[in-house]
């Protein structure tokens, strides 16, 4: 493959047709790259220019004829030598325009987008900011309202609390009776859950009288701390620990009020605002909207008991005494209905195991009759099976030609096989019958095993119900004697 080219001063620049080569048909124009050169004499590739389109053309390779020499001069230029710049065509052009007029539009349709959206979102943003900071603005305000409400509980706690103390012996002694008299319940339920231990096997299982009894023994060791503490917070009753409380909590609201106000008051225009990187994600909080109002409430009980001496106290003990003394009776009775269900359960199943032994004693009756009677079949097709054989082994004797497998031959043969079938298919039913004979006596086993642990449990359960028949009384539970 080679560029060929002429100039247009050439004398040879004609067409011509040369007796060596054969017509060419231009396969692709000189839009392939090639290195530029200098033609000699010429300095400058822009003083000399070629007026015919150079052709990339290629030999036949079956060609035999050899090139001549002599005749008009070689158009191959060197090998180092190009002809000129890459030449395109018009379709090309206008194609590369319409790319161009394309993507330039398509630039700015998108960059048009852009900034509708841009525009958009600028005023979505504003907006939002505006309705953050009003919401921020009115919370802060609501929040300066809490404030100013507790401090002006807190206030006129304060100024009561300076005024009021007594000691409350009565409720403390009640208190006292009430937490020695639950001792009682406590320790039968303790008991039950000892005695229950006892259960077998699978009746060993974590069932609703066992979660009632724990429950009532929790119930029983609430009961008991609630009643001591309310009688040590009786004992240990001193106003200057209710006072501080106020005083402190008091102190706090108004930091936090001031502190609150002063960012209420804040404007996009105020002086002291500035930038506090980061102080978003810093949470020093120690509690919650409702902890926090908890924690000046329980203040303001702690100090009224106080102020309210001992009308408020006893109030507080008797509320106690009858909360736990109702607490106690309702898990009681809770107890022992899951106690009764629980029994009814077992002697349900105890019954249920008793019907179905009966039956398994019943089968095994029958599966026995049915293994004698395979037996007695089977010692009955024997003899049969001996007199065919027999006659099979007798008609071997017969002499020559006589020996003819004829229709009692046949006959025999195959009776011979059908007893052998028969024989084989009782052998098997007889040993599935004492597979099933086996499994009946294991089940039957396993049976008898059962109904004693359902007895067991039916005992220790009806032991626990008796043990539970006495319990104190609600006056006793409430701290009178």
């Not at 010429?42 to 053309?57: A, E, G, I």
């Not at 810093?282 to 924690?295: H, I, L, Q, Y």
């Not at 009980?301 to 003990?317: G, I, P, T, Y």
Request: proline letters at 4%; one cysteine or more; a neutral charge.
């Amino acid at each position: 493959m080679e560029f060929l080219g002429t100039t247009q001063l050439a004398s040879y620049c004609g067409t011509k047709t040369s007796c060596l080569f054969p017509d060419l048909a231009p396969t692709s124009t000189t839009k392939d790259t090639y290195q530029s050169y200098y033609l000699p004499g010429y300095r400058h590739l822009s003083s000399w220019r070629p007026s015919l389109l150079h052709k990339v053309v290629s030999v036949p390779p079956g060609s035999n004829k050899q090139f001549n020499p002599t005749g008009r001069p070689p158009t191959v230029l060197p090998a180092l030598r190009s002809a000129l710049h890459a030449r395109y065509s018009t379709r090309d052009w206008h194609q590369e325009n319409m790319v161009q007029l394309k993507g330039s539009e398509a630039s700015r349709c998108c960059a048009g987008r852009l900034n509708a959206d841009s525009m958009r979102l600028i005023q979505d943003k504003d907006q939002l900011t505006y309705q953050m900071q009003e919401e921020s603005r009115r919370k802060l305000g609501e929040r300066i309202s809490s404030i100013d409400f507790w401090r002006s509980e807190l206030t006129y706690e304060l100024e009561c609390l300076l005024k009021e103390t007594q000691a409350l012996e009565t409720a403390k002694n009640r208190l006292k009776c009430a937490v020695d008299e639950m001792q009682g319940p406590l320790k039968v339920a303790l008991e039950c859950l000892y005695h229950r231990e006892k259960r077998k096997g699978i009746d060993l299982v974590h069932d609703d009288v066992e979660k009632n009894l724990m429950k009532e023994v929790d119930v029983f060791k609430d009961c008991q701390e609630i009643l001591t503490k309310i009688a040590q917070k009786i004992s240990q009753h001193i106003m200057r620990d209710a006072q501080h409380a106020l005083e402190q909590d008091l102190s706090d609201k108004n930091s936090a009020h001031f502190i609150d106000e002063k960012c209420f008051n804040l404007r996009n225009t105020s002086d002291s605002i500035n930038f506090y990187h980061g102080v978003e994600k810093a949470d020093g909080s120690v509690s919650v909207p409702a902890t926090w109002a908890k924690f000046s409430e329980h203040n303001i009980r702690c100090s009224q008991h106080a102020r309210a001496n001992s009308v408020k106290l006893r109030e507080d003990a008797e509320v106690g005494l009858e909360s736990t003394s109702e607490e106690m009776w309702d898990h009681f009775i809770s107890t022992n209905l899951a106690f009764n269900n629980r029994i009814a359960e077992v002697a349900d199943a105890k019954n249920k195991l008793q019907a179905q032994l009966a039956k398994i004693l019943q089968e095994i009756f029958q599966t026995e009759d049915t293994i004698l009677l395979l037996e007695r079949s089977i010692k009955a097709k024997e003899y049969p099976l001996k007199v065919a054989q027999t006659r099979l082994e007798g008609r071997t004797r017969r002499p020559n030609i006589e020996l003819c497998r004829d229709a009692p031959q046949f006959q025999l043969v195959t009776e011979v096989y059908t007893i052998d079938n028969t024989l084989q298919t009782l052998k098997q039913r007889l040993k599935e019958a004492h597979d099933t004979l086996q499994m009946l006596i294991l089940n039957k086993s396993k049976l008898e095993h059962e109904i004693s642990v359902k007895a067991n449990s039916f005992f220790i359960d009806k032991k626990c119900m008796d043990m539970r028949k006495v319990f104190p009384s609600t006056p006793r539970l409430i701290g009178y004697t």
